[in-house]
């Protein structure tokens, strides 16, 4: 069964350390998303791309984090310098369907804790 | 601004019989919701949907009811079983494709 593949599951950084998140979006999906999650709160969207191009990054904290999409395959989130109030659940999910009505595919997650 | 709530954190309920999980929302662009279910150490896997056009929307033994009148959703469990203990989310999208907007979630726990 095709799904989306994130890396590391686990990643445990200093603060004012640099982190990088992998993900692999299901064969075919155009649209790809990075979530965070935090602990007892709902996801919340970074980024969207639609095939290589950003189109919505409103709530990305800039200074500190980025993403590409280069190939319009696979993406790159990054943080640098983390910071403590980064620790969470970075979620990365892709659909067939540009925007969002269309059923959202979800990765295992990458769980970032900063110390 | 937390545009889609979900009041309850916590609902526990005995095996077979109906769970019920809330959401309201307040923006009223909002025309297009979903269930999410998430277990420990998973991603969100999705559940079930409905557009603004519908009052409800079945699913085997879940059902998703919109009363857009009061901003409100509900997904029903019937019969419930010890597998669908996990958290459930309500999430809502515009018709711009704007961004899907998710609650806080609602662990379930259902006893054997």
């Known amino acids: 069964e095709a799904e989306v593949a994130q890396s590391p599951r686990y990643k445990i950084t200093e603060k004012s350390q640099a982190v990088a998140f992998w993900c692999d979006p299901i064969?075919?999906?155009?649209?790809l998303y990075w979530y965070r999650q935090i602990l007892g709160q709902g996801p919340e969207l970074l980024v969207q791309?639609?095939?290589?191009?950003?189109?919505?990054d409103s709530q990305l904290p800039k200074d500190r984090f980025s993403a590409e999409r280069l190939k319009g395959v696979d993406s790159t989130l990054k943080i640098q310098p983390a910071e403590l109030g980064d620790s969470a659940m970075y979620l990365c999910?892709?659909?067939?369907?540009?925007?969002?009505?269309?059923?959202?595919?979800f990765g295992e997650g990458s769980r970032l804790t900063v110390l | 601004d937390q545009q889609v709530k979900q009041n309850s954190p916590s609902l526990s309920v005995q095996e077979g019989r109906i769970s019920i999980l809330n959401c309201d929302y307040t923006?009223?662009?909002?025309?297009?919701f979903l269930w999410y279910k998430k277990y420990p150490a998973e991603g969100p896997t999705f559940l079930i949907s409905?557009?603004?056009?519908?009052d409800k929307n079945e699913d085997g033994r879940f059902t998703v009811f919109l009363n857009k009148s009061a901003k409100h959703l509900s997904l029903h469990i019937v019969p419930s079983q010890p597998g669908d203990s996990a958290v459930y989310f309500c999430?809502?999208?515009?018709?711009?494709?704007?961004?899907?907007?998710f609650g806080e979630g609602t662990q379930l726990t259902v006893n054997p």
């Open positions: 791309f639609q095939d290589e191009s950003v189109v919505d």
């Open positions: 999430a809502a999208s515009g018709t711009s494709g704007s961004r899907l907007t």
């Open positions: 923006n009223s662009m909002f025309d297009y």
């Open positions: 999910a892709s659909s067939f369907l540009a925007g969002d009505t269309g059923e959202l595919f």
């Open positions: 409905i557009s603004s056009i519908k």
């Open positions: 064969s075919g999906h155009a649209t």
